[in-house]
């Protein structure tokens, strides 16, 4: 082993551990009860407990006052069914629009990307008022199309200007190629372009999976409790009585599962798929 | 069977048979405590129907906006009776009190119907009054037709109903004459001290009797006892770090956030005696405080106390009273009632009061009313001191009641002589205005930067003061 | 009637003429070679003829039928990419199945006419692999096969031999022709190399600055270049110009060639006092060391290139000449400098207009 | 070669159908579908405009009115304002700097494809999974002076007074600390993807001990990373400079106004204070910068895609 492998080696590990000791923490948190997370100093040494996660799944939460009923798996429910839809129509959108924008200069074309991208940074503060007023004057309000239409403003830049990049990657002369083969422009850009651009397409499905996933302000203000999401279920641990850490923790835990297997499942097409990235003409 | 049990505890309700007597028969019929706990309850319930129709709203819907919060349990464990009492669908939204704020005001700005009743803090009714989205609840405590002869309002304490109404002008006093009752009290916060009596009997002190007397004995208890700090107050930048400790200690110094001068509110955070307590308040906390002070909130008061980090707290008395089941500390923690000025004895609490209120919006208000009116009823009010944690209740009748104070003296040792000490001077000390969030907010980032010596004590509250009163002249509240 | 021809085509990108009034017959099966340097617009005349670009002005008609306004996969025109331009996704078998596929045809078949084709190409041990895993010349006649295996009516190679090693090179310019032959395809091939125009086409149509300056046969356009430019091209090494004055002296024609007069034959047109360029081709100038006739010159440098031997000499004035003759002479073992004469073969010699360049 | 095959094909017709007139449209055709989703969104914008230029708090229904630029000006003549200006461009350009330096070096360790990079690049991603909201939670307790486990260590290492986020000299850190720890790995996964999306055959010998040496790095992998970069950059800019749940969880704003960056200071007046009119106001601010910046990203990234498109 040389010396570059080695501090290749050490950087890794540092890496490592400052990114994933947190997640390690909270992992034994979830094992833990509140008494012995509250410990002064902490220490790792305690007598697991399952209690944290038993008590997401029944529903029902034992604390030192009476039960409480734990809606958390509705959450995750929501959770999912919200991301992924909005991930789907984000994709069935945008990955056309990208492919427009990368491959044709056409009037305006800049602009309206633009113009798309900019939806993103309009703070979501700014609209939430006048939103909801129109969500409910539209019976919008506390549906769940309507807030995957709105997750578009989270989901629908992401993938446009992350998947444009990676078409843009693509060879002209292999999609032309294709044409003169005979086949129309529609199953060119459903066999050539897209397989070729997925490693991007799958990288942006599972970011903007996450950046709706990892929101909360827009099912809070503009939905019942009964549509929101992890992150405002986990905000039901933190109760007067007690910051149910533990719960908090198995709640970290279960969120991130879904994500977890999505990445897993795309981290494939990553690998494979950028074998064949940027086949420059 | 069912019959014979319903007929039992009815037979008690009517006056047929002792309370000893029930329990014994309802044990021969298999029923543990609890369980009668509850049909007692039911059959009481029933009983509230004899003289008042509770049907009268029958086969409505109503929809509640309620906060992540034990009292709310408390309302949905007995729920059921009261769809049963009065024949209403009820359904409701159960937010964590870390957004829940959030919901109501964009709710309630939206002048949708989508909720009838909801929780409120006092503070905010100063908002959502003015702008037009309570009812005057006076509409129907007045109304006999509206209103159960039984139900009483005399028995809620005067001071929290009073602080529950105001008249929309600024400055003018809480529950004055033309005062509108914004939100009915259901459960409600005093500040005094909760301490851990192990520490205490380690380091050989006994409760502080006043702020430099607390002072020196926090100093005390955190060079005798290695690894915990004297005295734990909320510290965090927002409004809610003024309420408590803070405001009821100052009040208790002659201090006050506004004086009123012939109708003007003059801002009084610069007074003199605003200058001397917070001068040992920040002294306090620089010398005895929680290292990251900036950051606590309600939950790290708690959790300090709770988990053996802290000597005290000068904070709600629940919150001590949570603090006394589940955790490290559980069955350590004192109550003591706390005036911080040596030359006053009587405490003065400033109070947190968790309200119902309805939004103007409805179209189910009388409807909505009776929940206000059941939740807030003796019955429904004792079972939920007794039986869950609707502590402190609103009404005297539930503090007279033997049942409640056996379960405190039991298990919160202190904590009613506690009370009854803080409970007479205790009430909202803040001036009513619309601007209190703002003032709170910035008063507390103001206490950070004493806190840090970045600005002066004085120089701060004079800053303080003079920007207060800009923004209030912006609005047009003075000339 | 022409089988393709193309019209008074026109091209340009953000007002830059990249191709201007190109005009253009090829007959059934005509195998036409494009010769032309980099940048003179063979890529966009093949995108043009493809259909992914549409002309700003002019006419393609196949078969006599336009299809300036047809989509390219209607237009029934194979394409060989310099880049391969091979789906990487698939495996070669599906690379040049794809023809096929887009034409329904049964499966069976498919699979016959890939083989087929492959084998003709010697590819048929390979077509399970996807294109990473194939070499150069493997890719090569993938994509070849992909054009081809489809028979249509017009096949354009965009210097398919470009990226391949000169082995390859060299097998290919005598199997192609073979292959296509069997097409019966009609075939532009494009290439920047002026052998490989000159061994593969039955015409060569010259491309400078987007338009054809000539169109002909390969020794055509060898012997007779219509341009300067076109002479240039042409040839390794390339003709020697040198910038002459023709005077009319004592009944004749003289110009002043490194230093030397030469008398021109008095058949030679008559173009006295015209500024122009002198061309000849290094086979056409004898080197001889002893006699002393013709042009006195310093033979410089010798140096052997495939089956002859090119002679580097430097005339009076520093003019520089090119000379080769075959091996074998007496040349081969010469090495330094020597005094020698230069004779030229003015009956192969050509005149260029000094201005414009054109043949005169 | 099979005579039948020839005689298949010229017995096939040549079919040549016109080209379809709506060729020239299609761009639009493609990209309208997300546009015309999105359009959606501008109604209330314009309404949150409008917002900015009233005098209106929910608290004071009756003096709501019209007052043009009333809001910006008291704005731009507040100074802690522009202390929020201040303190949203500090914490922008520290987080995008710093998360861009890290997760390119990671990219760049993790480039070489072996088992431990594959694995690590699926874990690195994990932080990425935990909303902020709650991740600052955790980070919060995990800070605390007396139960956080990360406190102890410090302490340990002898820094026993080391207050976090509780005290103005280390707040900012401990926010952009806790910021890269959630959005380092949204820089790392795409800066990875661009870099596996490189053609190897330049770096095979670079790639051998899986780090570049620096003249192929800065000579050709910076430069053919750069659009990747710019992208990662712009997509963390928008979401940096737009930051609250951090920073509310750990010190809502604190200590003193130290971290009053915008979507607090908005979120301050808009909930807790009903002064819609500032709030959106703020807001407006933030997005116009916002505008500008993003700008000043596509404007780049175009030209280097031009280059890139130039070098293919």
Known sequence: MNGKSVLRAVALTVIGLFFLFPLFWVVLMSFMTNADILRIPPSPFFTPTLHNYTALVSGELVTNVGTQKVTYMLNLFNSTVLSAFSVILSLILAVPAAYAFARYKFRLGEDIAFTLLSFRFAPPLLVLLPLLLYFQSMGLYDTYFGLVWVYQLITLPLVLWIVRGYFEDVSEDIELAYRLDGHSWLSTFLRISIPLARPGIAAAALLSFIFAWNNFIFALILGSSRIQPVTVGAFAFVTASAIEFGQIAAALVFSIVPTLVLAIFTQRYLVEGLSLGAIKG | MSNKITGLFSDYVAGRMSRRELMIRAGQLGLGAAASAMLLNQAQ????????????????????????HPYTDSLLMQIENFKQLTGLKVTYDVFPEDVYFDKVTTALSSKSSGYDAFMTGAYQTWQYGPAGWLVDLNEFIKDPAATAPDWNVGDILPGLLHSDAWSGVPGEVLGGPNAKQWALPWGFELNSIAYNKRMFEQAKVDPPKNLPDLIEKAVKLQTDIKGIYGIGVRGSRSWATIHPGYLSGLTSYGGSDFTVENGQLKSAVNSPQCKAFTKLWIEMIQKAGPKNWTNFTWYEVGNGLGAGASAMIFDADILGFFQQKGTKEAGNIGYEGFAANPDKKEPTPNVWIWSLAINAASNNKPAAWLLLQWAAATQPTLFGATKADLVDPVRQSVWDDKGFQDRLKEKYAGYLEQYTASAPGSKIYFTPQPLFFNLTTEWAASLQKMYANEVSVDEGLDKLAESVMGQLRDAGIVK | ???????????????????????????????????????????????????????????????????????????????????????????????????????????????????????????????????????????????????????????????????????????????????????????????????????????????????????????????????????????????????????????????????????????????????????????????????????????DAITPLNNRVVMLLRGAEGTELFASCPQGGPMDRLRGQYQAWAKLDLAHAHFFDRGDGVRI | MSTSGVASMSARPVVRRRRARMAGALPYLLSMPALLTCIGILVPFGTAIYYSLERYNLAFPATRGFIWFANYISLFRDATFW???????????????????????????????????????????????????????????????????????????????????????TALFTVVLVDMWVYTPFITILLLAGLRALPRQPFEAAELDGVPGTFVFFRIILPMLMPYILTAGLFRMLDSIQQFDIIYAMTQGGPGDTLMVFQIQAYTQAFIFTNIARASAILMVLWAITFVLSNVFVKNWLRLRERARGRA
């Open chain 2, 45 to 68: 319930t029933k009983a509230m129907a004899a003289n008042f129709d509770w049907k009268k709203e029958n086969g409505k819907a109503i929809n509640l906006l309620l906060n992540k």
């Open chain 4, 83 to 169: 202390q929020t200006v201040a303190v949203s461009m500090a914490y922008t350009v520290l987080t995008v700097g710093l998360e861009l330096l890290l997760g390119l070096g990671i990219a760049l360790l993790l480039w070489r494809r072996t088992l431990v990079t594959n694995l690590l690049s699926v874990t690195l991603m994990l932080p990425l999974m935990v909303a902020p909201a709650i991740a600052s939670m955790m980070w919060k307790l995990m800070t605390n002076a007396d139960f956080g486990i990360l406190s102890y260590f410090v302490s340990q290492l002898g820094f026993p007074n080391f207050r976090w986020a509780s005290s103005p000299h």
């Open chain 3, 1 to 299: 009637m022409p089988f393709l021809e193309i019209t008074g085509l026109k091209k340009s990108f953000r007002n830059h003429e990249i191709i201007r009034d190109l005009s253009l017959d090829m007959e059934r099966g005509e195998f036409l070679v494009v010769f032309g340097p980099s940048g003179c617009g063979k890529t966009v005349l093949l995108r043009l003829i493809a259909g992914m670009l549409r002309p700003d002005a002019g006419d393609i008609s196949i078969d006599g039928q336009s299809v300036t306004e047809v989509n390219p996969e209607y237009r029934d025109v194979g394409m060989a990419f310099q880049n391969y331009a091979l789906y990487p996704h698939m495996t070669a078998f599906d690379n040049i199945a794809s023809p096929l596929r887009s034409r329904h045809v049964k499966e069976a078949e498919i699979k016959a006419r890939v083989n087929e084709t492959a084998r003709m190409l010697r590819i048929d041990h390979v077509l399970d692999h996807l294109p990473k895993a194939l070499s150069q010349g493997q890719k090569q006649r993938t994509a070849l096969a992909r054009s081809l295996v489809g028979r249509p009516s017009v096949v354009l190679l965009d210097d398919p031999l470009r990226n391949v090693d000169a082995k390859i090179r060299y097998e290919m310019r005598f199997e192609l022709p073979r292959v296509l032959r069997g097409f019966e395809s009609t075939v532009i091939y494009v290439t920047q190399d002026y052998k490989e125009a000159m061994a593969l086409g039955d015409r060569v149509a010259v491309l400078v600055d987007g338009a054809f300056r000539q169109i002909g046969s390969p020794l055509d356009v060898y012997d007779v270049p219509s341009t300067m430019r076109i002479a240039r091209l042409f040839g390794d090494p390339p003709i020697n110009l040198v910038p002459v004055h023709p005077v009319t002296a004592n009944a004749g024609i003289e110009i002043n060639v490194a230093g030397a007069t030469v008398r021109l034959p008095p058949d030679g047109a008559d173009f006295a006092g015209r500024e122009c360029m002198f061309g000849i081709r290094s086979e056409n100038v004898a080197v001889s060391l002893e006699a002393n006739d013709g042009i006195p010159v310093t033979l």
